[in-house]
């Protein structure tokens, strides 16, 4: 793997070039975005903000001139606005995390950014809700005919409950492809640079009070709530969920590592949150609850 990003880091041409030929690869496997995106990171966390705003155009340009020959003018011209939806993002917060040298700000940022695009839908259209009624049938209708061995039905009460919450899901799921992008460039820079520094910066992840609070104000507006408020922090709620998830996580590894058996507690740890997914709420609770508790010295080992 540390081919790669010594490709990458070679020069501003190399970058570039990983970058665009992995977003078109992306169309037909879109988890590939998440290192043509970290391509982009990597170069902005080393270089700087400039460099890396060199690389996102000219990768941008590259596929927008390339995508001219696998579709038509239209079709360039909304690729290449999606790829600065795709990487301005990772972009800011790969310079938050150069600048600030904080992994823990740039992830709160990172989910402030998908709090932002909540609010400015709702701000946008009062009742995104609606919005989702008329997709969500096209949209199981298009995974109908991509997958015609696996029936996809959706009837009219489970889109009117999904329409609800599609807003926050969609930003969730925005924000935890933020986060893998993030993660893998400060990896692919650890790897040339720092061996071993993402490992530590990671497991040292912790959550401000001033977040927590506005979170745990935001959970409490809900309940207490009804209507469009109600629905509005619930859809909030969905992204910073993920930030707590992530912390609670570095949190738990941090702890079981420090235990004699970590050999295989971590591994079963991640096993048990890829098999038993409720099991992450629980999860972003200890990160939420972290940021007063203290909970890695508080479960630490004696002599650890």
């Known amino acids: 793997m540390r081919f790669l990003p010594a490709f990458i880091m070679k020069g501003r041409m190399q970058a570039m070039m990983v970058a665009s030929i992995l977003a078109l690869l992306s169309l037909p496997f879109f988890p590939v975005s998440i290192v043509s995106s970290a391509t982009v990171a990597l170069v902005t966390l080393r270089?700087?903000?400039?460099?890396?705003?060199y690389v996102l155009v000219g990768a941008c340009l590259a596929v927008a001139l390339l995508s001219l020959f696998l579709?038509?003018?239209?079709?360039?011209?909304?690729?290449?606005?999606?790829?600065?939806?795709?990487?301005?993002?990772?972009?800011?917060?790969?310079?938050?995390?150069?600048?600030?040298?904080?992994?823990?700000?740039?992830?709160?940022v990172g989910a402030l950014l998908g709090v932002a695009g909540v609010l400015a839908i709702y701000l946008f259209h009062p009742e995104p809700a609606q919005i989702w009624r008329e997709l969500l049938p096209a949209m199981a209708q298009l995974m109908q005919q991509a997958q015609p061995d696996f029936p996809v039905t959706l009837d009219k009460e489970a889109t009117e409950v999904l329409a609800h919450l599609m807003t926050g899901n969609m930003a969730a799921g925005g924000v935890i492809?933020?986060?893998?992008?993030?993660?893998?460039?400060?990896?692919?820079?650890?790897?040339?640079?720092?061996?071993?520094?993402?490992?530590?910066?990671?497991?040292a992840v912790k959550g401000h009070a001033q977040l927590?609070?506005?979170?745990?104000?935001?959970?409490?507006?809900?309940?207490?709530t009804s209507g469009a408020m109600a629905e509005a922090c619930r859809n909030m709620l969905s992204v910073l969920v993920v930030l707590?998830?992530?912390?609670?996580?570095?949190?738990?590894?941090?702890v079981l590592a420090a235990m004699k058996g970590r050999d295989y507690l971590v591994p079963l740890f991640y096993v048990?949150?890829?098999?038993?997914?409720?099991?992450?709420?629980?999860?972003?609770?200890?990160?939420?609850?972290?940021t007063w508790l203290d909970l890695r010295n508080k479960f630490k080992p004696n002599g650890a």
Not at 47 to 53: D, F, I, N, V, Y
């Open 47 to 53: 270089l700087g903000a400039l460099e890396g705003l």
């Open 71 to 108: 579709g038509s003018y239209q079709f360039a011209l909304l690729y290449g606005f999606l790829l600065l939806l795709l990487w301005i993002p990772v972009w800011l917060v790969a310079i938050v995390l150069r600048e600030g040298k904080r992994l823990t700000f740039a992830l709160e």
């Open 177 to 203: 492809a933020l986060f893998f992008e993030l993660f893998l460039a400060r990896w692919w820079q650890a790897l040339l640079y720092n061996p071993g520094g993402f490992r530590t910066e990671f497991l």
């Open 212 to 224: 927590a609070i506005i979170t745990t104000a935001m959970a409490a507006t809900y309940w207490l």
């Open 244 to 254: 707590y998830i992530f912390i609670g996580i570095a949190i738990l590894h941090s």
């Open 272 to 290: 048990t949150l890829l098999i038993i997914q409720p099991i992450m709420g629980l999860v972003g609770l200890f990160g939420l609850i972290d």
